[in-house]
């Protein structure tokens, strides 16, 4: 089945700076990719996804990018502000309507 | 638009004991997906049904099983309880699939807050 590695597991950044969490997945079947943003005490929330006919999405200061020949994703977001400390997580979308998740990344944004 | 609504929220059993979990999605999407999320874990999925249909299922022993009714409501249920199973449960619920070829989910997941099931 597939398998989604997230990395890094924790971030932390001062703010105004750059951010970049990297996923990368197995099967090569897989064409949707969203991202998912978990605020302390909250439910998940798709902040952003991509298709694979689709290399780079940009959705003001978040963008993803998809390389599918090295099955890897990344999200990026630039000026982090303290509201974006959460856990951002990655999924791939396989076979059979599953989404597999990474592990998550705790994203730390230091006023 | 009513968001997807989780009952309980919050629920201690004793090892051995059996749990059930309810999810109701929000109105008019038919696939509803249930994931374990425990730290560390990140999100497994347990498993998804579609019109009363269990489309998928995920690697969980037999002791988690589920169903969806013909209003999309599904439940969730565990037997034997364990300590490892204390864990939050999310349940999920997406738009009509588009029916796109090769059966890959295109639509966006709504979760809902969660049951939060502790086993002493």
């Known amino acids: 089945g597939e398998n989604v590695e997230q990395h890094p597991s924790t971030l932390s950044v001062q703010e105004g700076d750059s951010a970049v969490i990297k996923c990368t997945y197995s099967d090569s079947a897989s064409n949707y990719f969203p991202w998912y943003k978990q605020e302390l005490g909250k439910r998940p929330q798709l902040i952003i996804d991509i298709r694979s006919n689709v290399g780079e999405k940009k959705d003001q200061r978040i963008a993803v990018t998809l390389n599918k020949t090295a099955k890897h994703f990344s999200l990026h977001i630039t000026e982090t502000q303290p509201e974006d400390s959460a856990v951002y997580f990655c999924?791939?979308?396989?076979?059979?309507?599953?989404?597999?998740f990474g592990k998550g990344t705790l994203l730390t944004v230091n006023p | 638009k009513a968001g997807v609504t989780q009952t309980p929220r919050y629920l201690i059993k004793t090892r051995g004991q059996q749990v059930t979990l309810s999810c109701s999605p929000i109105?008019?999407?038919?696939?509803v997906s249930w994931y374990q999320q425990t730290p560390g874990q990140g999100l497994q999925f347990l498993f998804e049904?579609?019109?009363?249909?269990?489309?998928n299922k995920g690697n969980f022993p037999g002791r988690f099983s589920g169903r969806q009714f013909s209003n999309s409501r599904s439940e969730m249920n565990v037997s034997t309880l364990e300590l490892g199973d204390s864990a939050l449960y999310l349940c999920a619920s997406s738009s009509p699939d588009l029916g796109l070829a090769g059966g890959v989910r295109t639509g966006e997941l709504f979760f809902g807050e969660g049951s939060r099931l502790t086993v002493l």
């Open positions: 049904y579609f019109s009363e249909t269990q489309r």
């Open positions: 109105s008019g999407h038919r696939s």
């Open positions: 999924a791939a979308g396989g076979s059979n309507y599953k989404l597999t």
